[in-house]
């Protein structure tokens, strides 16, 4: 599965440009604001349906633009589609497959993706909330036929709370929780299970990775539930034994939707105690820590869009950081500001970017004769 | 602004599910384009049904009179009741001519966040029914969604212990509706139903 080209209109600072992508590394490099990590927004869009950076969409379309449009062209097996993704200011967004519709199916046509970009961080340091969905995002890439547990138990819980509030309010009988409690719990047993067992895939990775790139040779990832309850009965009790609690709160106050993914370094919250440094190589070292077992598992690599992942590294590191990228193969879109933060050694296809353009050959050529001349 | 008739029509067909203001407009004009008898036909069929059609009073299906078709089959295994969220479900059930028992219509499913509590639903009429005849079976038909699953549980849990209580044995896709599983796959389900209490 590679992604061929990547066509942009209009998004951000870039204006018409196509590029030509490689079946491994992929090195985008210009100065700061050339239009970079604009151009691995615009790859996740096309492949995605939606922005990397934003929840909303049109702060993507370039100043003054009506909308802004990425295309991916994807070969596998043989076939070349396409995705598509264009965001208008007046009709909001549309995400295609060759022409029509993309439907949540079509992901299993493309790539999965692991973005790395500052703002992502927010993973890392941010409340639970955040690395409970991607550990849940992470379920469903890996085991496509679960995600209705995830669906099942959000549906079974906005239930419970609408019912904890008119229970409050006096509409309802309290008893009729049993049935409520019942439902989240038969859900959330497996939420959990299938959290453990992706934790505990993740985990000898994580640790190495995370020692590889200079995090901490003691760096850990575990998943921590609220609740240790093996079987629907057990959570059901632990739910009803905290009702009271629950009908004073006015909502559900215990299961998985509370659970936590630990990222822990020297026995110590990454999110709460980790430097900048520590947080980026955490949040390096879990998306590799995923592409790995989903290589485990027969699945293709994910795509890696990697926003300015090797100015803080020492060239040691840099050198690890490519032989994580290039095992097992798959494909890595890379921004830097010089071709040289990348390690030499690396095979790679180079795109340069200048103000909101990729240099072609021509350009390139025009460039040297002109410094030929001067 | 139409003339006010025209205009009463594109506000009733409009309540229609499905059907815009939009379309309603056009079927308001087709109405009135189209012959006398077909458009007082239709009037008629509206008018038939509701005054015809009304709900059995024994089981809550749709009947004919005072008792459903499948109330009044002498045939029918009265010892058996499946019970399913709405009077549409029990055509596909029907279709699969696996089912031989009697049905319960509990008229909707559970569902606080739209207000429906057990007492919205026939579920009281169903105890009592499984009190005074000679059930010895309850099949759960509701339907595979989270809905349906906790209202087929709340009814287990009433009846546990009473009668021999089965769910329909999975094979139905996950979060579908009864209404639209094709014969085969809800014959199987019948066939293998399982008990649950
Ligand atoms: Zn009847």
């Not at chain 1, 295609?96 to 439907?103: C, E, H, M, N, R």
């Not at chain 1, 590191?317 to 500001?337: N, Y």
Request: glycine share 8%; with cysteine.
């Amino acid at each position: 599965m590679v992604v061929e080209s990547v066509a942009v209109l209009d998004l951000r600072n870039l204006a018409a440009c196509e590029v030509e992508l490689g079946p491994g590394l992929n090195l985008l490099w210009g100065p700061n604001g050339a239009g970079k990590t604009n151009l691995l927004e615009a790859a996740y869009m096309a492949l995605a349906g939606r922005s990397c950076r934003t929840r909303d969409d049109r702060e993507a379309i370039a100043f003054g633009k009506p909308l802004a449009r990425a295309e991916a062209v994807v070969a596998a097996s043989g076939q070349r589609r396409s995705f598509l993704c264009s965001v208008s200011r007046s009709e909001g967004r549309r995400h295609l497959l060759d022409g029509s519709a993309a439907s949540p199916e079509s992901a299993a046509l493309r790539p999965a993706l692991a973005v790395f970009m500052p703002d992502r961080l927010a993973l890392i340091k941010g409340p639970p909330a955040g690395r409970r969905s991607h550990l849940d995002g992470f379920c469903a890439a890996l085991w496509p036929g679960r995600t209705e547990t995830k669906r099942r138990y959000s549906r079974a819980l906005a239930q419970r709370n609408a019912l904890v509030g008119r229970i409050r309010a006096g509409a309802a009988d309290p008893a009729s929780l049993d049935t409520w409690d019942h439902e989240l719990a038969t859900a959330g047993v497996e939420l959990i299970a299938d959290r453990r067992e992706a934790a505990e895939l993740l985990a000898p990775a994580f640790e190495q990775v995370a020692s590889d790139l200079g995090l901490a040779a003691d760096a850990s990832l575990r998943y921590r539930p609220r609740s240790t309850a093996a079987d629907p009965a057990s959570l059901a009790a632990e739910l009803a034994e905290r009702r009271d609690a629950d009908l004073a709160r006015g909502h559900t106050g215990w299961g998985p939707h509370l659970d936590e993914l630990l990222l822990e370094a020297g026995g110590r919250s990454l999110r709460r105690y980790g430097s900048q440094g520590q947080q980026r190589a955490a949040l390096l070292a879990l998306l590799f820590a995923e592409r790995r077992a989903l290589l485990a598992d027969g699945r293709p690599a994910p795509l890696m869009l990697l926003d300015d992942v090797a100015s803080e590294l020492d060239s040691e590191h840099r050198s690890l950081l490519v032989e994580h990228l290039v095992e097992g193969g798959g494909q890595a879109l890379i921004t830097a500001t010089e071709p040289e933060q990348l390690p030499r050694s690396a095979q790679r296809h180079e795109v340069a970017i200048r103000a909101g353009r990729p240099l072609t050959a021509a350009d390139r050529g025009r460039i040297r004769g002109g410094e030929a001349a001067a | 602004m139409y003339p006010q008739p025209i205009e009463r029509l594109v506000t009733e067909l409009a309540k229609l599910p499905g059907i815009g203001r939009q379309t309603a407009q056009r079927l308001a004009f087709h109405v009135l384009r189209s012959e006398d008898a077909d458009a007082l036909a239709l009037a008629d069929a509206v008018r038939e049904v509701k005054e015809k059609v009304g709900l059995c009073e024994a089981c809550f299906n749709l009947a004919e009179g005072p008792r459903c078709v499948v109330c009044e089959d002498r045939r029918r295994d009265r010892s058996l009741i499946c019970v399913v969220e709405q009077p549409a479900d029990v055509i596909p059930i029907e279709r699969t001519h696996e089912y031989r028992g009697l049905y319960h219509v509990l008229g909707g499913a559970l569902s606080p966040i739209d207000g429906i509590d057990p007492e919205d639903l026939r579920i009281a009429e169903l105890v009592d029914r499984v009190g005074a005849d000679e059930v010895t079976e309850v099949v759960l038909a509701t339907n595979p969604t989270t809905t349906g699953e906790a209202t087929a549980h709340h009814v287990a849990e009433l009846l546990r212990g009473r009668v021999t209580i089965t769910r329909l044995a999975s094979g139905l896709p996950v979060g579908a509706d009864l209404e639209h599983a094709d014969e085969v796959t809800l014959g199987r389900a019948f066939a293998g139903r399982q008990s649950v209490g």
